[in-house]
């Protein structure tokens, strides 16, 4: 699925700098999590697949502000890709990339069984994906303008099956240790919240393109007690309009709240610390933002599943969205240790990539 939230800036480098404070916030279970060693992640979230069209003009220009309410247009494509994506698959795609072996939880169609072997083949634990007998593998379109504006529409398929995988068996039966609640059928979103509360496992809510389609309710119960809470910007003042909640409310609700920021990189706010931001890692020139977000996701979970700190997870995640930004497809890019290392050098000194360390997210 789309998600141009982390795109790097064409020019320009940056440090982690606290808005306010020291220059890295540490939770408690982060210095647990060093004691404990990796933790297994479960990935729970849309399987689909991507259809990406790239329209060389700009969308704004074909928008008559005095024709709003009556819109009926259409855009001539040069490109057309077909690939692999899905938020849940995307973000499993990049854990395995740094080496974990996330355990992949959605629903996929009659279609599934190549997509599958490649995920496989690449480390994802597909163990868990429910296949549908009848529906095909949920179809994600997505056309982006010369600015990285996008226009795109999902269709479900499969997906609308992923509230039948039992969460709390997978957890069990694979020792998973943190989950990630992704965008998927509602319902399920719903049912992994609660699995992961029945169980004591800590879970980031990551609700992005379904905060659309859910009502308040639907949105306090996935966003309440997460351990992290990840959003754009734009997705950030939807959830305050349909929770109903102030900024500081949701703060005291969630244990850290991760807001990409686009070529500025991203946030990190906590109710009992300093907000921290983290400046992108600057490429040269973008080809395609889409999966942008779900690379910094993946990044910047390999990090919590070592224990780092927010700093060190958050560099991680921009250096991951880097190699996204500059390649087409979600699942096309490759990570190197050298070439990661220079995007975090590039962006945060030597240092940064010292205190990343490839070997500790199994980089081979």
Known sequence: MADDSVQSPAVGGGNAHPAVGGSSVQSP????????????????????????????????EQLLPERLDHVSLSFLADTLDVRHGGVGANIAYGLAALGHRPVLVGAAGVDFEEYGGVLAAHGVDISAVHVSADRHTARFMCTTDADGNQLATFYAGAMAEADRVDLVAVIREREVGYVLVGADDPAAMLRHTRACRALGVPFAADPSQQLARLD?????????????????????????????????????????????LGAKGCRIERADGPTVEVLAV???????????????????????????????????????????????GTQTYTV???RLGSALTRAYGDRAAALADLGRVGVA
Do not use: K
């Open 336 to 338: 190197e240790p050298a």
């Open 282 to 328: 600057p490429v040269a020139e973008h080809t395609d933002p889409t999966g942008v977000g779900d690379a910094f996701r993946a990044g910047y979970l390999a990090g919590v599943s070592q224990g780092w700190d927010v700093v060190d997870r958050a560099r991680l995640g921009c250096a991951m969205a880097s190699l996204v930004l500059v390649t087409v």
């Open 216 to 260: 308040g309710a639907a949105v306090r119960e996935l966003v309440d007690g997460a351990d992290h809470l990840f959003t754009n910007e734009y997705e950030s003042a939807l959830l305050l309009s349909r929770t109903g909640w102030e900024h500081a409310e949701v703060l005291e609700r969630v244990g850290t709240w991760v807001t990409t």
């Open 29 to 60: 279970a982060a210095v647990d999590d060093r004691a404990r060693g990796p933790r297994t992640i479960a990935v729970t979230g849309s399987i689909a697949t991507d259809h990406l069209l790239t329209f060389p003009g700009r969308f704004v």
